[in-house]
C-alpha cells in the first residue's frame, strides 16, 4: 500500500520505519528533508509539501508535536485537505485536542475525505519496537479497512468511538499517569526521608514499569531532574488540551 508519512522526529521516525519493513511503500515528508533521508535510502519517496503527500499516496499518517501543527500540515496551504480526493482517508497520530480534531474532520467530511485520530502511548522505544497502544477516533468502517497498517505500528490498535474518542481517551490516560505520578513522588519523598537514597528506589521504579507493561517508562523521571522541566512543560500543555470544550453549536 502506498502510505504518505509527515512527521518524523522521536516518534514518527519509529513508526514510519515500521511500516516500511512491513513492506509498505513510504511518500513522507518533514520540515528537516535531512530526517526522511534513511526512509528515502529504504526506497520512500519525498514529497515537497503535505499537499503533495495527499496525492501521492492512499492513506496519510501525521506524528507531529501538538494541535497548531496538525492545523497547519491538514488545513494550511498545501496542506492535506487541498490534495485529498473523495474517499481517501487520514490518520492524525499526534497527541491533539478533540476540540480541533472535530474542526479539521468537519472541514475534510465537507470534502467526502474520512478523518480519524488516532493518538498513541508507548514513547519513542515503543515505536521503534512496535509496541504502541493505539487509540482511534471516527469511521469504524474506516478503521476496520485499515487495521492491518495500524497493527504495523502498534500491538494495540482499538477502535473507541466517533471522532474525537482517540484523542479523549489519550487524554485521559495522561490524567491518570498524572496522578499515579503525583503519588508515587510522594511515596518516594517518604521513603527519601525515611533514610534510603533517592537511586536505591530506581529498582521499585524499574519494577513498577514492568507491571505497567512498560509502556512510558516515566518514573524514572522522578530521579532525572535535569529532563523534568521539559516534561512538566509538554504535560501541562496536554492538561490545557484536556480541559478544552467545544465551543457551543
Not at 72 to 92: I, Q, T
Not at 94 to 112: C, H, Y
Not at 135 to 151: H, M, S, T
Not at 154 to 172: E, F, H
Amino acid at each position: 500500500m502506498k502510505i504518505g508519512f509527515i512527521g518524523l522526529g522521536m516518534m514518527g521516525s519509529g513508526m514510519a520505519a515500521n511500516l516500511q519493513k512491513a513492506g509498505h511503500d513510504l511518500v513522507v515528508h518533514d520540515l528537516r528533508r535531512a530526517a526522511a533521508e534513511p526512509y528515502l535510502a529504504g526506497g520512500a519517496v519525498w514529497a515537497d509539501s503535505p499537499r503533495a503527500v495527499a496525492e501521492a499516496a492512499e492513506v496519510v499518517f501525521t506524528s507531529l508535536p501538538g494541535p497548531p501543527e496538525v492545523e497547519g500540515v491538514a488545513l494550511g496551504e498545501n496542506g492535506l485537505l487541498s490534495g485529498m480526493s473523495r474517499g481517501k482517508a487520514y490518520f492524525d497520530l499526534s497527541t491533539n485536542s478533540p476540540t480541533m480534531v472535530r474542526k479539521i474532520n468537519a472541514a475534510f467530511a465537507e470534502r467526502d475525505v474520512y478523518m480519524l485520530d488516532s493518538p498513541v502511548s508507548g514513547g519513542p522505544r515503543g515505536a521503534r519496537t512496535g509496541k504502541l497502544a493505539l487509540w482511534v477516533g471516527g469511521d469504524e468502517q474506516i478503521f476496520n479497512r485499515y487495521k492491518p497498517v495500524l497493527d504495523a505500528m502498534g500491538d494495540k490498535a482499538r477502535y473507541v468511538g466517533p471522532i474525537g474518542a482517540g484523542s479523549v481517551a489519550k487524554l485521559v490516560h495522561n490524567g491518570a499517569g498524572y496522578c499515579i505520578q503525583t503519588a508515587l513522588a510522594e511515596m518516594f519523598s517518604v521513603g527519601v526521608k525515611a533514610g534510603v537514597e533517592p537511586l536505591a528506589l530506581a529498582e521499585l521504579s524499574e519494577a513498577l514499569n514492568r507491571g505497567w507493561g512498560d509502556r512510558d517508562s516515566r518514573s524514572p523521571m522522578l530521579v532525572q531532574q535535569e529532563r523534568a522541566g521539559v516534561e512538566i512543560r509538554v504535560e501541562a500543555k496536554r492538561l490545557e488540551e484536556a480541559l478544552e470544550r467545544d465551543p457551543p453549536a
